[in-house]
């Protein structure tokens, strides 16, 4: 099973927070950018997600219709 990003949201928060406690707003940015992209990953697998059961919807009323 894919992780949907999670992993993505995680290490960027860990570098979010380590970044405001030192200080460097370049670890932060990094950290906001990683969970920006854990994000992305996510909503990308629920549309494909989506997708796969409309698909799978369509299948089976083609079925029903034969």
């Given at each position: 099973?894919?992780?949907?990003?999670?992993?993505?949201?995680?290490?960027?928060?860990?570098?979010?927070?380590?970044?405001?406690?030192?200080?460097?707003?370049?670890?932060?940015?990094?950290?906001?950018v990683?969970?920006a992209?854990?994000?992305?990953?996510?909503?990308?697998s629920?549309?494909?997600?989506?997708?796969?059961?409309?698909?799978?919807?369509?299948?089976?009323?083609?079925?029903?219709?034969?």
């Amino acid at each position: 099973m894919a992780d949907k990003g999670f992993t993505d949201k995680v290490k960027g928060k860990v570098k979010e927070v380590s970044g405001e406690i030192t200080g460097d707003n370049a670890e932060k940015a990094s950290g906001l950018v990683d969970q920006a992209i854990g994000k992305a990953k996510e909503v990308a697998s629920n549309a494909k997600d989506i997708a796969e059961e409309v698909v799978e919807k369509a299948k089976d009323k083609i079925d029903e219709a034969k």
